[in-house]
């Protein structure tokens, strides 16, 4: 949950969109402004979304803001209305230097969705700045260790759900956009709920919504949306 | 309050929908919409709801997520417009561990709504992560004797009101959705306002808005509210 | 400021709606809605409101929750945009045990609008449970004494301001209801800002909206507000 | 910034209306809503705001809150959508013993807008109630020695700034409203960072939104805005 | 971060708007509003935002207020609807006492776009006034001490990122606003990321809503976001 050097990769661009969608939006549309923007080198994701926050979920990834922004563009034109978004970057973690390059690389150029792990969830989350309890006038170190732990308990979810945590300091209104994947609703709220107990959570983390939904391909989607 | 582990059966999907309903709307379809659900295994409940949040309440169960998002899209394509959601499952909680196995089920299946208790209320919560007073940085004896206590004070409003806690860390904004079925909106009053001094709910507990409604027949509801 | 107890009269439930109304809503079924719920038994007072939060203000009370959903259900029907709304009950406070007989069916049963005392005002608000400041960690005998301390400042109004405060824990988003009827709009703000120097108050209350009117006849309402 | 007594004149009635003014707003019909106000004896002045809150402000002080409610009313007719809104009253402090007779009737009885002061803005606030830092815990004469003082700090802003604090204790979401005319935005500024560092205002004040604009003449306002 | 004297230079009055922008808007008449504002004097920047609160952010500079409103009521008779905004001035830090004359005339009245700088964000910002924590009661020598640090931070980005602080105490929700342009939305995160850890903005900052963006020329904007 950090920041790459200056000497490293850049991030991904990252955009979650998430939309309204009625009978009066076009379907095909709709389709063609994502299947465009696969075919300039975006990964996009499509979720059904449920509740009232939104219909359609689009998670698109470029190393091009300007393509990601054309997307929006094109999926407001097909008659989505963007109700709540979300503006980050891949990022490599100040805490993550004894990891693997591999591991280094999925997290800044992950491949997505991952198989097998179709509920999802978004929310975006800063670490507290209360009188006592402040992240940022902790030492690297003791941080380093808080973000060890919450590590070790998050790794207890392996295969069942998948994280991406991409930083967004400056760039929207929380400090990171946390992503999950997995097999279930109940693994996404087990996951979740037992990290809550950490100390680098229980004590130093801010949640803004979560929103929730199910990846499906994007034909699929539109279909259990309801739109034409 | 609490999650099943991995060796239960998994919680039952929960969504409560609130929608606003004007003359627009059409009364047939959004019938069909819920009879259609219920064919297919999802027990729901329709409600009239009291004041400018919603009029129509509808709270639907099942073991397929994709249902509940079917629902959803059958009610806005009936003209439904949802105004507030809650995404959440049923669950045992981690402080159950003496309750008799038929109690447990009854968590995880519940069987709604119960009879003659026809006042309706919903309101999501969290419990508190202040400085002195944070729920997750209190061991789990601390916090099983606090839920007991709770669950005492609780148990004196048996029969007069029914309370299913369901789980939403992960899901939706807040870690739990509460809702209540009473004899009378009294009653509902009388339960939250006694439980209210209980040190879990006085020190540990945040709560969102609360929705009040009546249930009904889906059809007694359709007339209330004033659709065609 | 409490609960009826299982053995006493129930409360009257209560229902504030406020809405706007532009010239497309129907005065003569506006007029016909809050007839019909007077005649069926309801107690019903019209208030012009002022500024953006609303243009109309209804108050109702019935023994019927249904009726007054009915109610809502009419005024919408007539064209009313409900923005804002507080369902809630009469109560006899648990602090007023030396209050005689007549003054709390007074509170349960009140007659309203009360003479003479035409400026308006509604407030929803809870009493704070912070870190140090915590009213439900209080004793019994110490709420007592703050809330005796509250209404002697109260009563120095007597005649010039009417208060009705009706209990809303687990019905709307706070725990009371503050209904004010006075004699000019001086008063009011005068009665409330002598009021917040108590304890009970300075201390302890947390307020919600503040909405303003000028109690009138139904007619002269509909006048005021602009609807044909 | 007080209330006045029993047996002083009461306070005008101030009505801050702030209104979004689109091409389908009739502007014959907004400048007669004003006219027939100033024809009734109300005051009202005229503000072309800036930014997204609103177009068009309508500050109006009269001894009839009926008459305010009219202009509303007629201001809506005209095609004025009300964004935002405060109710409050003209008073004089309860720390204003030392002012002389003349400066007291000014604070009741003010003549807007003062010449040559056209930069407008107007906020909301309330002084703290927090657990160390309550306002209305301490004693009259801590409370008297803080306004002092502020009132020496802003004073040194006359004839660049005037400001009218106004009541609203009861009839709006905060105590009062303040409102500044000032040669220039660069003054009000000025004059409002200066403040903020006096303790009445450092510790004690908690503030809403900010509206900023200029006041002109109804005409010119309304050219400025862009109604027909 | 502070204010002008009054023997200075008056700051600039800087309006930023952010505006939803549908196929209904015109296009020729967004580019010859902004045009007509070039024309008389201001400077404008046109962004292409990213995400659901906006499609256009215009930045405008002016010696004359009275000219950015026209320049809103220009954008707004276009089609353009202003979802959010921000009014501030440029002015001299209090802090900056030892900088050079030039670098003070280049925040007074800086000349915008940088150059290759075309990632854009904009975020309000105050210092906070907690009961501990309270920038307003800290001594100028102190404050002096912790922006002084700031800027040693903020100075790691020269050449990468350029930061415009405008005054917005009395004029705004918020005391400053924050504008950013840099080369990459990396180089943006990476600042602001940074700069969290200094003193002055772990302990003293409150933030508001975060904008990102990129600068284009108005034509390309405007293509970007799909205006017709």
Same mark, same amino acid.
């Given at each position: 949950m950090a920041t790459t050097g200056e000497d490293s990769l850049p991030g991904l661009n990252v955009m979650h969109l998430f939309c309204g969608v009625d009978t009066s939006a076009d379907k095909a549309a709709i389709r063609s402004a994502i299947m465009g923007a696969e075919g300039d080198g975006c990964q996009v994701i499509s979720i059904a979304m449920l509740g009232h926050k939104a219909d359609l979920g689009v998670l698109a990834l470029s190393n091009s803001v300007e393509r990601l922004r054309l997307l929006q563009t094109d999926l407001t034109r097909a008659g989505? +209305? +963007?109700t709540y978004s979300y503006i980050s970057l891949t990022e490599i973690s100040?805490? !993550? *230097? *004894?990891?693997p390059e591999a591991m280094k690389m999925a997290r800044l150029r992950p491949t997505l %969705? %991952?198989? *097998?792990? !179709?509920a999802f969830c978004f929310y975006p989350m800063s670490k507290r700045r209360l009188e006592q309890d402040n992240w940022f006038r902790l030492s690297y170190e003791e941080r380093l260790r808080l973000m060890m732990e919450h590590g070790v308990s998050g790794r207890k979810f392996r295969g069942r759900v998948l994280q991406l945590v991409t930083g967004s300091t400056g760039l929207d209104d929380y400090e990171w956009g946390v992503t999950l994947f997995a097999r279930t609703l109940d693994d996404l709220k087990d996951c979740v709920y037992q990290m809550r107990f950490d100390e680098a959570s229980a004590r130093y983390a801010d949640f803004g919504v979560f929103l929730t939904g199910i990846v499906k391909s994007t034909d699929d989607v539109l279909d259990m949306i309801g739109s034409h």
């Amino acid at each position: 949950m950090a920041t790459t050097g200056e000497d490293s990769l850049p991030g991904l661009n990252v955009m979650h969109l998430f939309c309204g969608v009625d009978t009066s939006a076009d379907k095909a549309a709709i389709r063609s402004a994502i299947m465009g923007a696969e075919g300039d080198g975006c990964q996009v994701i499509s979720i059904a979304m449920l509740g009232h926050k939104a219909d359609l979920g689009v998670l698109a990834l470029s190393n091009s803001v300007e393509r990601l922004r054309l997307l929006q563009t094109d999926l407001t034109r097909a008659g989505c +209305v +963007v109700t709540y978004s979300y503006i980050s970057l891949t990022e490599i973690s100040e805490y !993550s *230097g *004894g990891v693997p390059e591999a591991m280094k690389m999925a997290r800044l150029r992950p491949t997505l %969705p %991952p198989d *097998g792990l !179709s509920a999802f969830c978004f929310y975006p989350m800063s670490k507290r700045r209360l009188e006592q309890d402040n992240w940022f006038r902790l030492s690297y170190e003791e941080r380093l260790r808080l973000m060890m732990e919450h590590g070790v308990s998050g790794r207890k979810f392996r295969g069942r759900v998948l994280q991406l945590v991409t930083g967004s300091t400056g760039l929207d209104d929380y400090e990171w956009g946390v992503t999950l994947f997995a097999r279930t609703l109940d693994d996404l709220k087990d996951c979740v709920y037992q990290m809550r107990f950490d100390e680098a959570s229980a004590r130093y983390a801010d949640f803004g919504v979560f929103l929730t939904g199910i990846v499906k391909s994007t034909d699929d989607v539109l279909d259990m949306i309801g739109s034409h």
